[in-house]
């Protein structure tokens, strides 16, 4: 194991060089006028699908000659901003006229999820992971200090239970009160405009793709454990495959055992490896490679 490690880590330090063999192996097995980009943004750093990274999927993908061929988004990540996932979604789409397939080799989640909605297929395995596009919102402390992400349902049903019990109470509603002035009324109203938005962007995501012949109310029914949280009980649940499917997605699965998964899930591990320990996002195709370092001290 340590050898391998060791292996990996000597690999990393060659940069994109030593991954450009593996993105043509998997072009040729994908068949002809496929290229592959990969989009990977860590989970260890703190850091987010932003706009910034549509406009550098752009350019690597302007970089690779597109005329004529099918972008294929090998995607990792757990999500960003809802704005920049429609921005990817669009550029995928430009460059890919036909419309795009998104590979999901290990974790696509929120703001991920919905690029993957964007795209005309989705290739995952049984491990693969999606999840809901719920947005996240970071709290912090009576002192200002950050205590972690809340999902835009918890903090809105949280304020909404208060309302309704000062509502209902007869007595003394001083305590709901007190409660309820940690809230401001400006941020619950922001988080329902979130909300909303991230739910719009995935509708018309798949009407103008996957699911276009269904009306808007079809498609909202249909992906329901994307968007109600009832489904999936917490932020973080995985969303695997066969609830995919069963919301019409398109979806292709591969045996983890196959030649196909076997590359992909090579390119994974030294994608993965590369945003967790030297960088902190990786935008490249076989012919170019924008990265973001990790800065020290990022945690």
């Given amino acids: 194991m340590a050898s391998s490690f060791q292996q990996l880590l000597e690999e990393v330090n060659q940069g994109h060089s030593i991954r450009q063999s593996i993105y043509q192996k998997l072009e040729k097995q994908l068949g002809k006028n496929k290229t592959v980009v990969a989009f990977f943004t860590s989970f260890r750093f703190p850091v987010l699908m932003d706009n910034q990274d549509a406009d550098m999927l752009e350019e690597v993908l302007r970089s690779s000659k597109m005329q004529g061929k099918e972008v294929v988004l ?5 999500g960003g901003e809802a704005l920049a996932a429609e921005r990817i979604v669009n550029v995928c789409r430009t460059f890919s006229a036909d419309g795009f397939s998104v590979i999901v080799p290990k974790m696509a989640k929120s703001a991920a999820t919905m690029v993957c909605l964007g795209a005309k297929k989705i290739v995952m395995s049984k491990t ?6 719920d947005p996240q919102f970071l709290i912090h402390d009576d002192r200002g200090r950050p205590t972690g992400y809340k999902a835009a349902h918890e903090i ?5 239970d208060l309302i309704d019990k000062a509502n209902k109470t007869k007595g003394k509603i001083e305590p709901y009160l007190q409660q309820l002035s940690r809230y ?4 619950i109203r922001s988080i329902r405009s979130a909300q909303q938005l991230s739910e719009s962007i995935a509708i018309s995501c798949l009407k103008h793709g996957a699911l276009e012949k269904f009306t808007h109310k079809q498609i909202k029914r249909k992906i329901a454990p994307f968007l109600d949280p009832r489904h999936t009980k917490v932020h973080g649940r995985p969303i695997y495959y066969d609830v995919a499917k069963a919301c019409d997605l398109k979806i292709e699965l591969h045996d983890v055992d196959s030649v196909t998964w076997g ?3 090579e390119l994974y591990m030294r994608l993965n490896f590369f945003v967790t320990t030297s960088a902190s996002k990786a935008i490249e195709t076989a012919k170019d490679s ?3 370092r990790a800065f020290v001290g990022e945690e």
């Fill in 74 to 78: 090998l995607l990792n990540s757990p």
């Fill in 263 to 265: 590359i992909v899930w």
């Fill in 128 to 133: 693969s992971e999606m999840g809901p596009i």
């Fill in 184 to 187: 401001d009324a400006r941020d």
């Fill in 156 to 160: 809105l049903e949280s304020y909404n």
């Fill in 290 to 292: 924008w990265t973001s």
